[in-house]
């Protein structure tokens, strides 16, 4: 019977916490069936069979089930049901188990009981470095702040000596394409393990787990693109020098995942029935997941104390919330928790109170650049001694006014600026930055962002201007053709603030006549360079620094101040990602 199959190498690898028995391996097989068609039969039903590949000089154990299943059908308002065949089939060889499944009902909660699984970084040591070329590349950067950039994803024919590794020490790779010869193989930060090739029989893929397991046996000593990024370590060595700060929902996966499986998302409502959400919901509950909460000193969610908190286990932290118990999510025909659905993906994030470190889809990585960083990072701090004076972002306006108040940022700004050939008041509509300066004796494109507010050490603050700087980077690499439209268009017009139409020209320094010729020559000059400038008059340098050093000494700092690093930490990184240069204009 089992010669029917046809699979394609695609499994996760665990090794036993103790000894396997009949029972363990009952459970599993009983927990993947759970979602079996009620009154049906196993098209395959094999348990622990003794198995020979002569040619592979192998021997092995291999239980099998495959089932009927079936699962509501929502698109359309009748009751119907989509009928598939799940599968699961256990290999062990040697101390190894290999889990192949498809459709089956969820058994991690098992699997994790008396398994440990083989994880994508011990996966990632069994090839050569030199032996492959890195063709895809995921990485997830230490941060939760909502204004940063959280996700970043790299393709070339091979990412070796393409891409930059300055920022690599405080990214977690958690999906790895590569090619090793003639094989294409994928890597995820689940620890599951894809080989693209032809649908094989089950001593086939037997034989190529037996590969897998040799591999992992002997790890390769030649892993230095992959050790350039952030390290995995121990979550009890974490907890032992550091506590929880704050924690993250990963909403984007979570949605994408809901989605491309058409998860239907329900209620459970006081009368014990589960009721299908509507979108409306769907969106405030994804909105309110898109937050970053801070922890207390007892690791509950602040604002939430009564019914959120973080929990610390063994060798896990897992969320605990009496909100999301109340929502399901449909899965292979079972209805789960949106809380157990976020935990048993890893659709989560945690932060600490030591900043170079962060715990993600269930293990604890480390910042491999260390607190060096912070020396760096406060370096694009540029204290200018006008922004002391600053009492608002843009000043008051009137019919007659032709210029920006002096104590505004917009005003400091084009006073800092005013040595530029062309400065361009860009704020509202489609904008591209606040202020776009151009200078050729400089042979730099500036774009500069604005906000002000009163000196504190907050993150909050930073988390709009941030969005801001980041989301526009794009835009810093425009052509003639765009800017010259602007200048004809959105430029050649007055600005208007609140209804307030003035009479402050958008072209705040230069003729648009001969921005034609100065830009074809600025932008053919091979020195030209972009900076990314926030001028933030609530930002102190010296106050910053002083909770900065803190970090570097290892003196414990407030939650906030951690994710103040990480904002300016992704600022940088992002703006260098993009060839440009970032400065944060702020007080003394």
């Not at 080989?195 to 046996?217: F, G, H, N, P």
């Not at 995995?232 to 700060?245: G, I, Q, Y």
């Not at 897992?318 to 449909?330: A, E, Q």
């Amino acid at each position: 019977m089992p010669e029917r199959l046809e699979l394609t190498k695609n499994a996760q690898f665990y090794v036993p916490k103790n000894a396997v028995d009949d029972s363990i391996l009952n459970e599993i097989l009983g927990a993947a069936s759970d979602n079996m068609e009620a009154n049906s039969e196993y098209v395959i039903n094999l348990f622990r069979s003794d198995r020979v590949v002569d040619e592979g000089d192998i021997n092995y154990k291999c239980s099998i089930r495959v089932f009927p299943s079936t699962r509501p059908v929502y698109f359309i308002d009748e009751e119907l049901e989509d009928r598939v065949f799940a599968f699961i089939i256990l290999i062990e060889y040697q101390n190894y188990l290999a889990v192949f499944k498809k459709s089956c009902a969820n058994i991690s909660d098992v699997l994790k009981e008396h398994f440990t699984l083989i994880d994508s970084r011990d996966l990632s040591s069994t090839f050569n470095d030199d032996e492959v070329e890195f063709q895809k590349l995921a990485l997830r950067n230490m941060t939760v702040s909502e204004r940063a950039m959280r996700a970043r994803s790299y393709e070339a024919a091979d990412l070796k000596g393409l891409l930059s590794t300055h920022s690599a020490g405080r990214s977690i790779p958690y999906y790895l394409k590569f090619r090793q010869g003639a094989i294409t193989k994928t890597i995820s930060g689940t620890g599951r393990i894809v080989e693209s090739s032809q649908r094989k029989t089950l001593d086939e893929i037997a034989c190529w787990v037996k590969e897998q397991v040799d591999s992992i046996e002997t790890p390769s000593d030649n892993n230095s693109f992959l050790e350039s990024f952030a390290k995995k370590v121990e979550l009890a060595e974490v907890l032992s020098m550091c506590e929880p700060s704050a924690i993250l929902i990963e909403s984007n996966p979570l949605y994408a995942r809901i989605e491309k499986d058409r998860l239907p998302i329900l209620y459970k409502a006081s009368h014990g029935r589960n009721i299908k959400v509507s979108s409306r919901i769907v969106n405030s509950l994804f909105s309110a997941l898109e937050q970053v909460y801070e922890l207390d000193s007892g690791h509950n969610v602040v604002g939430r104390e009564g019914c959120s908190k973080l929990r610390k286990n063994e060798k896990t932290l897992t969320l605990s919330s009496k909100i999301l118990t109340k929502f399901r999510v449909t899965e292979n025909g079972k209805d789960v928790t949106l809380q157990k659905f976020i935990v048993k993906n890893g659709f989560y994030s945690v932060t600490f109170s030591d900043p170079k470190f962060m715990y993600f889809m269930g293990s604890c990585f480390e910042d491999s650049s260390g607190i060096s960083e912070i020396s760096s990072i406060l370096e694009i701090l540029q204290p200018q001694n006008e922004i002391a004076a600053v009492t608002s972002e843009k000043g008051e306006f009137t019919n007659t006014s032709s210029e920006f108040d002096a104590d505004s940022m917009f005003g400091v700004v084009e006073q800092l600026h005013a040595g530029d050939d062309y400065v361009f008041c860009d704020d509202f509509g489609i904008e591209w930055a606040d202020h776009i300066t151009l200078n050729k004796e400089d042979s730099s494109i500036s774009f500069i962002h604005s906000k002000h507010g009163d000196i504190s050490t907050s993150a909050s603050n930073l988390h709009e201007v941030v969005g801001q700087g980041i989301k526009n980077l794009g835009y810093m690499y425009f052509n003639k053709e765009k800017m010259i439209e602007r200048i004809n268009g959105t430029f050649s017009n007055t600005y208007n603030n609140n209804r307030v139409q003035t009479n402050i020209n958008r072209i705040r320094k230069g003729n648009p006549n001969d921005a034609d010729a100065y830009l074809d020559g600025l932008l053919k000059d091979y020195k030209l360079h972009r900076k990314c400038i926030l001028s933030c008059s609530f930002l102190s340098k010296s106050a910053v620094e002083a909770e900065f050093r803190k970090i570097q000494a290892g003196t414990p700092v407030r939650g906030h101040i951690v994710q103040l690093l990480w904002i300016l930490s992704s600022f940088a990184h992002a703006v260098k990602d993009m060839n440009a240069i970032p400065i944060v204009y702020c007080n003394v």
